[in-house]
Nanobody
Framework: QVQLVESGGGLVQPGGSLRLSCAAS????????MAWYRQAPGKQRELVAT???????NYADSVKGRFTISRDNAKNTVYLQMNSLEPEDTAVYVCNAAVKVVDMPEYNYWGQGTQVTVSS
């Protein structure tokens, strides 16, 4: 089994910054593409950013130029640096990873989510 645990959420004023982390734990696994999603109250889950194992990235138009996704493969961790935060960024941010466990097919794992609130 693999577990994803997010951290770094909280309350921040508009224009502020936060850095989210998502660490994977388990045994005999490899993390392939990782992603951050978010879900605001009353809205559908939205893909925020993705990063391949080799470091190629993609972003939702709403966060381009403000958010940066990165990863440390040695630490099995993905990060989301969020700058110039806006009230519209308020949501639960959830980590996702395509995980290959030895002798098993690739499977998608989800974290439990971390709340980000942007408010003055």
């Amino acid at each position: 089994q693999v577990q994803l645990v997010e951290s770094g959420g909280g309350l921040v004023q508009p224009g502020g910054s936060l850095r989210l982390s998502c660490a994977a734990s388990g045994s005999r696994f490899r993390l392939n593409t990782m992603a951050w999603y978010r879900q605001a109250p009353g809205k559908q889950r939205e893909l925020v950013a993705t990063i391949t194992r080799g470091g190629s990235t993609n972003y939702a138009d709403s966060v381009k130029g403000r958010f940066t996704i990165s990863r440390d493969n040695a630490k099995n961790t993905v990060y989301l640096q969020m700058n110039s935060l806006e009230p519209e960024d308020t949501a639960v941010y959830v980590c996702n990873a395509a995980v290959k466990v030895v002798d098993m097919p690739e499977y998608n794992y989800w974290g439990q989510g971390t709340q980000v609130t942007v408010s003055s």
